[in-house]
């Protein structure tokens, strides 16, 4: 276990993730993929396997042992995810599947139901498909319309003439606060302050913000910030979407079933308070403990710890890549995430992973379901790397070592 005030300790810290261990891989993994998913400490699998073999109740409604103490844990996950992000009451934290499912959730209990023809919905040019479809869907049923805050060329957002994107149609600003393909980390206080002197609604989409840096949700202000388990230690099927009270109070349901009423007769329903209006159904119990554990493991080491590990990995890493000829890295954001998205020669990205990946390392390649970037840059593709606390420098040293073995393997 990791103390606080002792600088973080990558090797130490490797031995807390059983999938690095090395009897398991050979060559050795070399895990370079934290941006789609991380991988999981034991604490984290034991927690799941806690509940699943000592008691496996469900939650809310069980009067007996084994459901009260699966629901006080359940419950306790959601106040250690509250501590963790800042957010003043438990209410307004929601566990949904993930990202992916919180920003639908907005989409259909809120937008849904408040957008007309000629409204704005403001993205950016970065964000991420499921910070842009759910919108296209909805601007489909209500005639509202999408608009993209541009990109500049260094990866970072053209917010220069910001305020003629912000009309008095704007109703929402949903904006990207790490970006999963350049690493750009934006200006997403100056934006929800946009929003708000706008009249709008502000949306945050977290996934990549929260495992790597401290969130205050309530300093940020934003209307609804969402973020996924599995890309901060816990499991897949878990996520949070974080909503203004005000807001989430006055939204209807987004799914209807068990759990999300107060009463139920043969002609209608009346709902639950918050948080459980949008909670329908037996929810992912063992991932929402799972997810509680991982927080916990995340705060014991310190956030501050791990934003600090993860530059030195990044400036480490950004140094070395550009000293491989004929490499094109994408995104130079001066305040930026740790990951890189990179081209290497006329090596197709797909094959480099592949290449890569006979040396036990790891990587992303495509389009990180972010095509308007690809668009944008002009390129269908990337490699990515993606670091998060169990990474070292030697690893990078092999990455690079490997991507210069894979160009000349490729004839340049
Ligand atoms: N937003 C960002 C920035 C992401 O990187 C991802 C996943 O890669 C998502 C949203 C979607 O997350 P999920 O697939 O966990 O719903």
């Known amino acids: 276990m990791i103390v606080k005030d002792q600088a973080l300790d ?26 789609a998913t991380t991988l999981k400490p034991q604490c984290v699998i034991d927690a799941i396997v806690r509940y699943y073999s000592e008691y496996g109740g469900s939650v809310h409604r069980g009067i007996y042992q084994i459901a009260e103490r699966a629901t006080e844990e359940y419950e306790n996950a959601r106040k250690q995810i509250a501590r963790f992000i800042g957010a003043k009451t438990t209410e307004s934290v929601i566990f949904t599947k993930g990202t992916t499912e919180s920003i639908n959730l907005v989409a259909y209990a809120w937008a849904r139901h408040i957008l007309k023809p000629g409204d704005e919905i403001l993205l950016t040019e970065m964000e991420h498909h499921s910070n842009i479809v759910p919108w296209q869907m909805v601007a489909k049923t209500t005639g509202a319309h999408i608009r993209y805050l541009p990109l500049n060329d260094d990866g970072t957002l053209n917010l220069e003439d910001a305020h003629r994107y912000f009309t008095p149609q704007t109703k929402l600003a949903a904006v990207i606060h790490q970006s999963n393909v350049l690493g750009t980390v934006n200006p997403v206080e100056r934006i929800v302050k946009m929003a708000h002197d706008a009249g709008a609604l502000a949306l945050v989409d977290g996934a990549q913000r929260v495992p790597h840096h401290s969130v205050d949700v309530t300093e940020l202000g934003a209307d609804f910030y969402v973020f996924s388990g599995h890309k901060m230690l816990g499991p897949t099927g878990v996520g949070v979407l974080y909503g203004n009270l005000e807001v989430l109070d006055k939204m209807e349901p987004f799914h209807g079933g068990g759990d999300m009423i107060r009463t139920v007769s043969m002609l209608e329903s009346t709902w639950n308070t918050l948080p459980y209006k949008f909670e329908a159904g037996t929810p992912p119990i063992a991932q929402v403990i799972g997810l509680g554990t991982a927080v916990e493991y995340l705060s014991n080491i310190g956030l501050d710890k791990i934003t600090a590990y993860e530059e030195q990995l990044t400036t480490y890493a950004l140094k070395a890549l550009r000293t491989i000829p004929g490499i094109e890295i994408y995104g130079e954001a001066p305040h930026r995430g740790a990951v890189i998205s990179f081209n290497a020669g006329n090596v197709h990205p797909h094959d480099l992973s592949q290449l890569l990946d006979r040396d036990g390392i790891a990587v992303r390649a495509g389009h990180h379901c972010a095509q308007p970037i690809m668009t944008r840059l002009g390129i269908s593709a990337t490699t990515r790397a993606s670091f998060y606390l169990y990474n070292t420098l030697e690893e990078i040293d092999l990455l690079v070592e490997s991507i210069r073995k894979a160009i000349d393997f490729m004839g340049g």
């Open 10 to 35: 990558a090797v130490m810290l490797r031995n807390d993730f059983p999938v690095l261990s090395r009897s398991r891989n050979i060559p050795a993994l070399v895990y370079l993929d934290s941006a």
